[in-house]
């Protein structure tokens, strides 16, 4: 049992180039969620999923999409890169009913 | 809309004294209240919670009591370790179906030997 596993751990991006992330759990859980970790700024949520196929936006959407094709799987996508997404991004999931959100280890991404 | 404040870093302490983190919250409806942890590298880890007023959680030695009358969740320990050296987020759920979490800044906790 893994349960929730990001990747890649690190990647660097120059502006404008493009790059999808890959959060994945093996818990059935329904719910998934994007988060980005600046310092000072605490953990601000991207995206989240209610179930499989369906998507919407959180506190900070703008610059990124999501897709949840299938229901272990969360993907995040910058099109076009810039320095202002330079962060942790960090994945988390919950199962429908319960409190706890389980997070992964994180992506450090850094766009220069 | 919902918000969480909690004190500032760094907090640094020797071993075996005791730790107060305070935290306080804004919200409209009646949220429930969580301190996550997380230690170096690593990502964020649920330590306790508190789902209505009252309510006290408590894991490995934490505890944190859920005070509607001072919108407050201090988190504290009566004798901290080295290896609670961490950081310690408070935050909150929103009333409804997603429990999307809001956090607070997070406080940077050293413990000296």
């Known amino acids: 049992n893994a349960g929730v596993t990001q990747t890649p751990k690190f990647r660097v991006l120059k502006t404008g180039q493009s790059m999808t992330l890959l959060c994945a759990q093996d818990m059935n859980h329904e719910y998934m969620y994007w988060y980005r970790q600046d310092p000072g700024m605490g953990l601000r949520l991207i995206h989240y999923s209610v179930g499989e196929g369906t998507t919407a936006k959180g506190e900070v959407p703008d610059g990124y999409n999501v897709s949840r094709l299938k229901k272990q799987n969360f993907l995040l996508g910058l099109e076009s890169a810039a320095p202002s997404q330079t962060s942790v991004y960090f994945c988390?999931?919950?199962?429908?009913?319960?409190?706890?959100?389980?997070f992964g280890p994180g992506t450090r991404l850094t766009v220069t | 809309g919902d918000s969480v404040t909690q004190m500032e870093g760094p907090v640094t302490l020797s071993e075996e004294a005791f730790l107060t983190i305070n935290c306080t919250y804004t919200a409209t409806g009646y949220p429930s209240l969580f301190w996550y942890v997380q230690y170096p590298g690593e990502g964020l880890q649920l330590l306790l919670k508190a789902t209505k007023a009252d309510d006290k959680g408590s894991n490995k030695g934490f505890e944190a009591t859920y005070r509607k009358e001072t919108t407050s969740f201090h988190l504290e320990k009566g004798s901290v370790q080295v290896s609670d050296s961490a950081v310690y987020f408070c935050?909150?759920?929103?009333?409804?179906?997603?429990?999307?979490?809001?956090f607070g800044t997070g406080t940077l906790l050293a413990v000296q030997p």
């Open positions: 988390a999931s919950r199962l429908a009913g319960a409190y706890e959100q389980y």
């Open positions: 935050a909150l759920s929103e009333d409804g179906a997603t429990n999307k979490l809001i």
